[in-house]
């Protein structure tokens, strides 16, 4: 079956169908690569064809790459992946090339056929490079569609001449947003933008595509860049404005990558060193630093986790093999900060709810924030006001537990009390049916203790949201003992229906997200104590890729929380708790009453307007900065192996069951390291065998909570990675 059609109507246009079998969008794959070549080839040389349409036999036009065939090509490649990678690369410029040369003659530019794109829907990555070879981009007025080249979010930059067309098309300024953030447009956008050049009405498109080949001259297909008379928009490195652009595009990227992502630096260097040579050399460029983005160890472990295994996991990779378990009514009951923002991501996914309080205005005021947060999104003209009178509608708020009846699923977010919690599971067993599931959302409680308070503790399960959860991606379901496989597949169904990325943990305390973040903020006001200078803490964790410094990330979760978590921690771990030091810090600033973001005071200074000023400058009264001040290394070790270490003991221990949840977990639930790929895949990345040499120095120098656990020394001495060891685990 192939993935290419071709056909030729009576008027001499020929159209290429991309429709990939068994695919409900289309990606691109090697072997399609070298079909699409024939068929040009077969247009460019068939004296009865005119020109051709490039579109889709599907209602999107294409999704990208298909990011298994990099790590195929890089396998065949052997002892030579680069040159294999390169080569590879190489073959698809001259496809693209020749598309765009479309057979005219290169020294007259004449006597080229137009090949013209015409896109029903979202053409993403090398979905959009193919439309920018063709001579022409026509796309259907579809306001769902997006277009653009988010490569950049998993690591790698458009390596497929996206990265040279769109410079050499609109100047490095206006292309900055589309290759360095992924920016996506729908067609609209994109042809205000300069990214396209046309939208025409669904049904036109193909009417619209074949009158313009008909009509086009041979100016209309020499690209700007082929002519000698080219300049680059908005100036070339060594032109005033275009030496701005260039020093002020390094200087933006490095503050905000804090140089840690492979991929930006080599796409900068691409679109630096492309604008300075002619357009053939600079696709060479591009695919040179192409390669080298593909051969780095974080650009794999980003597609890895970012791409392939976040899309199994949303799949239902651990989904237990039950029945379908869509949710149709949900009851939540707490209408605070967490339960209103899980009414609105339900309600807007098209389920009914039922949001309850314990008073009427607490439940009332749960149901307006989906009403600011729709209002805003109207302000944004991403809501429709029907589209908000319609999700508004879906939510019902009461006191009422009767309104409960018929509910398949609730989702608990009272207070985060064992008593107040217990009780509300009794009014809800007492209102809801025997297949009812019951979900507590609670971040620090024992699934397995709250769910003695249930009738059908089979059917009670932890789903536990991030705050702000119509942001936060990650939902970490958490299986108590008793917990059976169908409440399992609901509240994954459930997750899949408002489009989130679950991970499924077993019961412990702080379950995972929570029990990693924890040591890492601690580890930073530890060192606080110590006479670490703060600004070396917070400058250390951002030069690692962690997108908040410690001191910054207790801020904004609040202090006050930090000492109600580490008073129930203190008393349930008695002896054993090892957070003296850090509760020292942190009991100090909470009874000066600088608790955080929320109060204007804590770790940093902020103005009346609650903006981040600086580090406090009373923290240095306090813990005197030390005069000899720690390598940035090592306060980064500290640093990173405080989560990573638990990480592993959490595999260890049962509570992560497949690595891939613990990676894609680590960069959704709190932004660990994402150019590492997560916690497993920096230890493969740096190999067992000095995880343990810097865990082994750390425990010398600090104590037992860097003591190397036995899987990582067992791993080292065997030489193993966590992606080979527990490949035959479900991981991938
Ligand atoms: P919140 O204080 O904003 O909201 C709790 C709501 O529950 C209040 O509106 C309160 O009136 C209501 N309530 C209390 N007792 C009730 C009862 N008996 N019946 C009905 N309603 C009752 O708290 P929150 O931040 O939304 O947290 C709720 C739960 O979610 C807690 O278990 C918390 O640990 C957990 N959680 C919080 C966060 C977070 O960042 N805030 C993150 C994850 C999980």
Redesign the pocket.
């Known amino acids: 079956m192939s993935d290419f059609s071709y056909a030729v109507d009576g008027d001499g246009v020929a159209t290429i169908t991309w429709d990939v079998p068994g695919k409900s969008m289309n990606v691109m794959s090697l072997s399609g690569f070298a079909e699409l070549n024939l068929l040009v080839e077969m247009g460019l040389t068939d004296a009865d064809v005119k020109g051709i349409i490039l579109t889709s036999g599907k209602k999107d036009f294409a999704g990208g790459m298909d990011l298994n065939v990099i790590a195929k090509m890089k396998e065949d490649g052997g002892d030579e992946p680069a040159q294999a990678v390169f080569d590879g690369v190489m073959v698809m410029h001259g496809v693209l090339r020749k598309i765009e040369r479309a057979g005219m003659d290169p020294k007259t530019l004449k006597g080229g056929k137009p090949i013209v794109a015409a896109l029903p829907g979202t053409a993403l990555g090398i979905g959009f490079e193919l439309p920018l070879s063709c001579h022409r981009i026509i796309a259907a007025d579809n306001p769902k569609a997006k277009i653009g080249l988010p490569e950049i979010m998993v690591g790698i930059f458009p390596g497929a001449g996206g990265t040279t067309r769109l410079v050499r098309k609109m100047g490095a300024m206006m292309a900055a947003p589309y290759l360095l953030e992924g920016k996506l447009s729908d067609p609209k956008s994109a042809r205000a933008g300069g990214l396209i050049d046309e939208v025409v009405a669904p049904d036109q498109l193909l009417i619209r595509a074949k009158e313009w080949v008909l009509g086009a001259k041979d100016a209309d297909l020499v690209k700007p860049w082929d002519e000698k008379s080219y300049k680059m928009p908005g100036g070339a490195p060594y032109h005033p404005a275009g030496f701005m652009t260039f020093v002020g595009a390094n200087a933006m990227v490095h503050g905000k990558t804090m140089g840690v992502y492979p991929a930006a630096k080599a796409l900068l260097g691409a679109v630096y060193e492309g604008a300075l040579v002619p357009f053939d050399t600079a696709l060479r460029i591009e695919a040179r630093h192409f390669t080298s983005v593909l051969l780095n160890p974080s650009s794999s472990a980003m597609i890895r986790s970012l791409f392939i295994n976040k899309e199994a996991l949303e799949k239902g990779a651990n989904r237990p093999a039950v029945a379908d378990q869509t949710v149709r009514k949900l009851g939540i009951?707490?209408?605070?900060?967490?339960?209103?923002?899980i009414a609105y991501v339900a309600a807007n996914a098209g389920i009914e709810v039922v949001l309850?309080?314990?008073?009427q205005d607490?439940a009332d005021?749960?149901r307006a924030h989906s009403e600011s947060l729709l209002d805003k999104g109207i302000q944004r003209r991403k809501v429709t006001p029907e589209k908000k009178a319609e999700v508004l509608a879906r939510i019902t708020a009461t006191?009422d537990y009767a309104a409960l009846s018929g509910c398949d699923l609730i989702v608990?977010?009272?207070?985060?009390?064992m008593k107040?919690?217990a009780?509300?599971t009794a009014?809800v067993d007492a209102a809801t049916g025997p297949d009812t599931v019951f979900a507590?959302?609670?971040?620090?409680?024992p699934i397995s203790d709250l769910a003695k308070a249930s009738a059908r503790p089979e059917q009670f399960i932890g789903i536990?949201?991030?705050?702000p959860v119509d942001k936060m991606m990650l939902v970490e379901i958490i299986r108590g003992k008793a917990t059976g496989d169908l409440a399992v597949a609901k509240a994954l169904d459930f997750v899949r229906q408002i489009r989130k990325t679950p991970i499924v943990v077993n019961d412990a305390r702080f379950f995972y997200a929570n029990r990693c973040i924890i040591p890492y903020i601690n580890e930073g006001i530890r060192m606080v104590a110590e006479g670490v200078e703060p600004a070396l803490i917070e400058n250390a964790a951002k030069l690692v890729g962690m997108p908040l410094g410690p001191l910054q990330l207790v801020d904004e979760?609040s202090i006050d929380?930090g000492v109600k978590i580490a008073k129930a921690t203190r008393l349930a771990m008695g002896a054993a708790y090892p957070d003296g030091a850090v509760d020292t810090v942190l009991f100090a600033m909470a009874d000066q009453g600088r608790l955080g973001k929320k109060s204007n005071a804590g770790f940093y200074a902020y103005d009346a307007a609650g903006k981040r000023e600086g580090l406090w400058d009373g923290l240095e009264a306090a813990y005197p900065v030390a005069k000899v001040q720690p390598a940035l290394t090592e306060v980064q070790h500290r640093l990173l192996m405080a989560q990573v270490l638990e990480a592993v003991r959490a595999l260890e221990d049962g509570v992560l069951t497949d690595i891939r949840e613990g990676d894609v977990g680590a960069i959704l639930g709190w932004g660990f390291a994402p150019w590492s790929g997560g916690p497993f895949s920096w230890l493969d990345i740096i190999g067992a065998a000095q995880a343990v040499e810097i865990c082994d120095g750390l425990t010398a120098t600090y104590g037992a909570r860097f003591e190397t656990p036995a899987l990582l020394r067992e791993m080292a001495e065997k030489g193993q990675t966590f992606y080979a060891r527990f490949a035959d685990r479900k991981a991938a």
């Not at 309850?356 to 008073?359: G, N, Q, R, T």
């Not at 507590?440 to 409680?445: A, D, G, K, V, Y």
Request: glycine share 12%.
């Open positions: 009951i707490g209408a605070g900060m967490m339960g209103a923002g309850i309080d314990a008073a607490a005021r749960g006191t608990e977010a009272v207070f985060e009390d107040v919690k009780e509300v009014r507590t959302n609670t971040s620090t409680l536990h949201f991030f705050s979760t929380l």
